[in-house]
């Protein structure tokens, strides 16, 4: 993705005047998807899996469009506490 603003390489192609929550809700019927999931939800997921596979944090930052690494740090703490409850699945030897 460009810069905010200096891009037309568009991830989603919505119509002006659409509505976001619809055509979100249009994709999710033609998925079979009952559970409400909102962008927000989805940018979340986008963020976790992110650096669940391995991207740096910066790089995620970016991505997001986060001035302050702080808030990405937030995804962060997420994968971290999956890494653990792995590790604690572990039997005891």
Known sequence: MGEKGKSNDYIFKIYVGGRLTDVLRDWLAKAGITKKITFHSSRHTFA???????????TVQKLLGHTD????????????????????R???I
């Open 48 to 58: 976790v899996m992110l650096l669940t596979y391995g991207a740096d944090l910066y």
């Open 69 to 88: 690494i702080q808030t990405t740090q937030i995804y962060a703490k997420i994968v971290d506490a999956k890494k653990r409850d792995a590790v604690n």
């Open 90 to 92: 572990l039997p005891s």
